[in-house]
């Protein structure tokens, strides 16, 4: 098995930007050998592969994968939250973002997730979703974050589709949060990334 991961880390090294397949089977590789964190710590890299360049589909994928053996996985939650946002589908940010917060309260990462659903409704023009980020902030006990979301938003706004601009620039909020780290997050006010503690 060592040879075929070397042969893989390889291979990912000769890859193309954004091509997490390498990583992504080398997770797989490692989980059927009964490496379990190992596996983790490869999914977590192809994940931030995917992500870097703006795979969101598959990146989602390998999250999945992560999430059916580390239901508890907090920051994965947070990735899978980020890209349905980015979608822009409000059902599926709803779910993923509910998701995410459920996680982090079992997990007592109560002010590191207070600190991603702020940037989220930042990143939202749907005022019903910017809402329902204010009612989970609560829940987190963010009572001034949420009063911030309701207060940051136009009571004359009216949902519209996003321009063109407007879309990328919640993509790179997206892809920004989803690649930062728990130290960057917690130095700059924000949050997450993945390896080597894809669990966290």
């Known amino acids: 098995m060592e040879q075929q991961l070397q042969a893989l880390d390889d291979a990912a090294a000769a890859a193309g930007p954004g091509d997490g397949a390498p990583f992504a089977q080398a997770g797989d590789l490692a989980l059927s050998g009964g490496q ?3 596996a983790l710590e490869y999914y977590g890299r192809a994940i931030d ?15 999945r994968r992560v999430l059916r053996i580390a239901p508890r996985a907090v920051r994965t939650r947070a990735t899978l939250a980020w890209i349905a946002l980015g979608r822009g589908v409000h059902a599926n940010a709803r779910r993923e973002i509910e998701e995410y917060v459920r996680a982090a309260l ?7 997730a207070a600190r991603q659903l702020s940037l989220m409704a930042q990143a939202t023009l749907d005022p019903d979703l910017r809402r329902i980020i204010a009612e989970l902030l609560g829940r987190l006990g963010a009572v001034k974050e949420a009063e911030r979301v309701i207060s940051d938003m136009s009571e004359t706004s009216l949902r519209r589709m996003p321009s063109a601009a407007e879309q990328e620039q919640v993509w790179a909020q997206v892809l920004q949060a989803a690649l930062m780290g728990p130290r960057e997050l917690d130095a700059h006010g924000r ?3 993945h390896p080597p503690d894809v669990m966290d």
């Open 36 to 38: 379990r964190q190992r």
């Open 49 to 63: 592969t995917y992500l870097s360049g703006s795979r969101y589909d598959a990146a989602a994928a390998v999250c």
């Open 106 to 112: 079992r997990a007592g990462e109560e002010q590191r």
């Open 191 to 193: 949050d997450d990334q």
